[in-house]
């Protein structure tokens, strides 16, 4: 991984654990998600975020994106809780390097789907972002 994009991807993963999400959004210019929306996706989580260990940034996935005029990446970066050390949350990144530096969007803050997780297992992605209102998707259960 580029040493440039693990600086961003830590810096968005701060945002989010020390509770900036007005920060966060002047980053992203507000694309794909608000402030709100990322509070409250945190809050509906029920658990309390805290910094990764320094070793997390090993875990990120990093896609670039085929076909983009720009340099380009899709980030899913794991989430660590007070209460389930590595979490089932994850962070979801668009990166784009222009001429002005690495342009970061929030795509989504999701809990990750698991195909033998217990039929009450919390689906916060459908739920807070797409506005399906329904994991039926995944044949998991709301958490409204």
């Known amino acids: 991984m580029p040493e440039r994009l693990g600086q961003v991807i830590q810096e968005v993963v701060r945002h989010l654990v020390d509770g900036r999400f007005r920060e966060l959004e002047m980053l992203t210019g507000g694309v794909r998600l608000t402030a709100g929306e990322m509070a409250d996706a945190i809050r509906g989580y029920g658990r309390t975020l805290v910094h990764p260990p320094d070793e997390a940034l090993r875990l990120v996935e990093i896609t670039k994106r085929e076909g983009a ?35 970061v969007e929030v795509d989504d803050i999701h809990v990750l789907w698991r195909p033998n997780a217990p039929a009450d297992y919390e689906c916060l992605k459908w739920v807070v972002f797409s506005q399906l209102g329904s994991c039926r998707t995944h044949g998991k259960k709301d958490r409204q």
């Not at 980030?75 to 001429?99: F, K, N, Q």
């Open 69 to 103: 005029t720009e340099r380009s990446w899709h980030v899913v970066a794991p989430l660590w809780t007070r209460e389930e050390g590595r979490s089932d949350l994850s962070l979801e990144l668009g990166l784009t390097e222009g001429p002005d530096g690495i342009k």
